[in-house]
Protein backbone atom coordinates (compact mmCIF):
# COMPACT_ATOMS: atom_id res chain seq x y z
CA UNK A 1 0.00 0.00 0.00
CA UNK A 2 1.12 3.52 -1.08
CA UNK A 3 1.29 5.76 1.85
CA UNK A 4 -0.81 8.84 1.20
CA UNK A 5 1.63 12.17 1.66
CA UNK A 6 -0.91 13.37 4.28
CA UNK A 7 -3.62 12.07 6.70
CA UNK A 8 -6.57 14.51 8.01
CA UNK A 9 -8.26 13.16 11.05
CA UNK A 10 -11.48 14.90 11.98
CA UNK A 11 -13.14 14.42 15.47
CA UNK A 12 -16.43 13.14 15.83
CA UNK A 13 -16.84 13.07 19.04
CA UNK A 14 -17.32 9.04 19.51
CA UNK A 15 -17.26 7.95 22.60
CA UNK A 16 -16.63 4.49 24.20
CA UNK A 17 -19.82 3.26 24.08
CA UNK A 18 -19.72 4.77 20.23
CA UNK A 19 -22.25 7.34 21.10
CA UNK A 20 -21.23 10.66 19.46
CA UNK A 21 -21.91 13.40 22.35
CA UNK A 22 -19.38 16.15 22.13
CA UNK A 23 -19.12 19.71 20.54
CA UNK A 24 -17.41 18.48 17.15
CA UNK A 25 -20.14 16.14 16.20
CA UNK A 26 -22.83 18.47 17.59
CA UNK A 27 -21.43 21.64 15.69
CA UNK A 28 -21.67 19.77 12.12
CA UNK A 29 -17.85 18.07 11.93
CA UNK A 30 -19.85 14.60 9.90
CA UNK A 31 -21.35 16.93 7.67
CA UNK A 32 -17.37 18.43 6.58
CA UNK A 33 -16.34 15.09 6.32
CA UNK A 34 -17.47 14.31 2.58
CA UNK A 35 -16.97 18.09 1.68
CA UNK A 36 -12.55 17.29 2.67
CA UNK A 37 -12.61 14.05 1.19
CA UNK A 38 -14.09 15.72 -1.82
CA UNK A 39 -11.92 18.90 -2.03
CA UNK A 40 -8.95 17.10 -1.62
CA UNK A 41 -9.61 15.06 -4.62
CA UNK A 42 -10.49 17.56 -6.21
CA UNK A 43 -7.19 19.47 -5.66
CA UNK A 44 -5.28 16.49 -6.61
CA UNK A 45 -4.11 16.45 -3.20
CA UNK A 46 -2.31 12.78 -1.92
CA UNK A 47 -4.51 12.31 1.54
CA UNK A 48 -6.07 9.94 3.75
CA UNK A 49 -9.35 11.26 5.79
CA UNK A 50 -10.50 10.05 9.00
CA UNK A 51 -12.90 10.51 11.50
CA UNK A 52 -12.00 9.87 14.76
CA UNK A 53 -13.19 9.57 18.35
CA UNK A 54 -12.68 12.63 20.70
CA UNK A 55 -9.53 14.14 20.74
CA UNK A 56 -10.33 16.03 23.89
CA UNK A 57 -10.42 19.58 22.98
CA UNK A 58 -14.33 19.63 23.13
CA UNK A 59 -13.75 23.73 23.78
CA UNK A 60 -11.92 24.07 20.06
CA UNK A 61 -14.56 21.65 18.16
CA UNK A 62 -14.66 20.95 15.40
CA UNK A 63 -11.21 19.76 15.80
CA UNK A 64 -9.59 18.91 13.09
CA UNK A 65 -5.68 17.72 12.30
CA UNK A 66 -3.37 17.14 9.85
CA UNK A 67 -0.68 14.63 9.57
CA UNK A 68 2.45 14.76 9.35
CA UNK A 69 2.50 18.51 9.70
CA UNK A 70 1.12 18.24 13.69
CA UNK A 71 -1.02 20.95 12.50
CA UNK A 72 -4.32 21.29 14.99
CA UNK A 73 -7.60 23.48 14.04
CA UNK A 74 -10.13 24.28 15.87
CA UNK A 75 -13.75 26.58 15.90
CA UNK A 76 -14.53 26.20 12.60
CA UNK A 77 -18.40 25.69 10.73
CA UNK A 78 -18.20 26.03 7.18
CA UNK A 79 -16.72 24.59 3.94
CA UNK A 80 -15.17 27.91 3.31
CA UNK A 81 -12.59 27.58 6.80
CA UNK A 82 -11.78 24.48 5.54
CA UNK A 83 -10.77 25.48 1.92
CA UNK A 84 -8.19 28.23 3.86
CA UNK A 85 -7.22 25.42 5.42
CA UNK A 86 -6.41 23.03 2.46
CA UNK A 87 -5.39 26.11 0.32
CA UNK A 88 -2.58 26.48 3.45
CA UNK A 89 -1.77 22.61 2.89
CA UNK A 90 -1.13 22.99 -0.34
CA UNK A 91 0.89 26.23 0.08
CA UNK A 92 2.88 24.42 2.46
CA UNK A 93 1.69 27.38 5.01
CA UNK A 94 -0.78 26.69 8.40
CA UNK A 95 -3.83 28.51 8.28
CA UNK A 96 -2.65 30.49 11.36
CA UNK A 97 -6.49 31.76 12.05
CA UNK A 98 -8.00 28.23 13.21
CA UNK A 99 -4.45 26.96 14.32
CA UNK A 100 -5.61 25.27 17.84
CA UNK A 101 -1.75 24.22 18.66
CA UNK A 102 1.81 25.61 18.17
Known amino acids: MKKPDYH ?10 GDAQGKCNKKGASDLLQYISDECSDRGLDVAVSTTACL ?8 LVIHPNNEWYGGFDSEEVIDEILDGLESGEACADYLISE
Do not use: D, E, M, Q
Not at 56 to 63: A, D, E, L, Q, S
Open 56 to 63: NNCTKGPV
Open 8 to 17: ILICNSYRVA
